[in-house]
């Protein structure tokens, strides 16, 4: 028996990072997850060859929540897992979504890994299912736990589990509206450059709180656009990230363009006619171009 579990990034549209209040979309680049059990303890892999810390600590999570393997410490959980059968859990994961981009890799990470698990535990043993809400709070704690993630990103968690836009209150892990968007044809932007939001300068972010609060009045308003511009230029001003990548788009028919999360991809929502004008806009700097869309459908088994 194994459990697939395929979930999609996302993109911002307000980085909660300044102010605790976020906003973001899923896009359909995903990472898809398959669990089954093992003689193997806990064995995670990626097709990418990423540290595997995270998918263990989602892993550990779910057992945890189902009092399975409560009396061994941490490394025996991981290396001597026994469930009474001599069982383990042994994780897969494949992504075509970009890592350390700012496109939500981290909670796609957990989401599938922790929906995955939970429902190989639950069907073999009869318990009960997990609640959307508990699996969304396993993966964020996991991830703060991992340190890949500032403000547990609520906001990114949200939108990669329900799919559309969510508006969310982080600190209180609250979703204030959510709601399916149309299904807008999505350009990527990827410089050659790699930036973790673990390591982001929050100091800098601070500074264009205020400003981020005007963005984040914008979305509230259901001025997705607006918004998503402006929180991506003053979040790109703050972390040194070229904004005129998202201003060029812009000039090319771009609906709107800005920095998603703390980079380092480029993000512009287009209509289908302007798809080619935005790419050539942006043949001039150094990096490479996505196409994808919208992504309502969130994380789901497969």
């Known amino acids: ?130 609640s959307d809400f508990e699996m969304i709070n396993l993966g964020i704690d996991a991830s703060l736990e991992a340190g890949v993630t500032i403000t547990g990103a609520f906001d990114d968690a949200s939108a990669s589990f329900f799919g559309g836009l969510t508006i969310t209150d982080n600190m209180e892990r609250k979703i204030l509206h959510q709601e399916k ?39 509230m308003n259901k001025r997705y656009l607006k918004a998503l511009t402006l929180n991506g230029l003053l979040y790109g001003t703050a972390l040194n990230f070229d904004n005129n990548i998202a201003l060029d788009a812009l000039s090319a028919g771009a609906l709107a363009s800005g920095l998603s999360g703390t980079g380092s991809s480029f993000v512009a929502i287009v209509e289908e006619d302007t798809i080619d004008d935005v790419k050539d806009a942006w043949a001039s700097f150094d990096g490479n171009v996505i196409e994808t869309k919208v992504n309502n459908e969130g994380t789901r088994f497969i």
């Open 1 to 130: 028996m194994a459990k697939i579990v395929k979930s999609p990034g996302s993109a911002t549209v307000i980085n909660a990072i300044s102010t605790g209040f976020g906003s973001a979309f899923g896009i359909d680049l995903n990472i898809t997850c398959e669990a089954e059990f093992s003689s193997q303890g806990i064995d995670c892999s990626s097709d990418l060859g990423v540290d595997p810390n995270l998918m263990n600590i989602c892993v550990k999570s779910v057992l945890s929540h189902y009092n399975i393997g409560k009396d061994l410490s941490q490394d025996d959980l991981l290396n001597d897992l026994d469930f009474g059968n001599g069982e383990g859990i042994k994780i897969r994961t494949k992504s075509n979504l970009p890592l350390g981009s700012g496109l939500s890799s981290s909670s796609a990470l957990s989401n599938s890994v922790v929906m995955a698990t939970a429902g190989l535990i639950s069907d073999e043993f009869f318990l009960k299912p997990l």
């Open 181 to 219: 968007l149309p299904e807008y044809d999505i350009l990527v932007f990827m410089p050659d450059k790699e930036s973790l939001s673990g390591s982001s300068d929050v100091n800098r972010m601070k500074l264009v709180g205020s400003y981020v609060k005007m963005a984040f009045e914008e979305a």
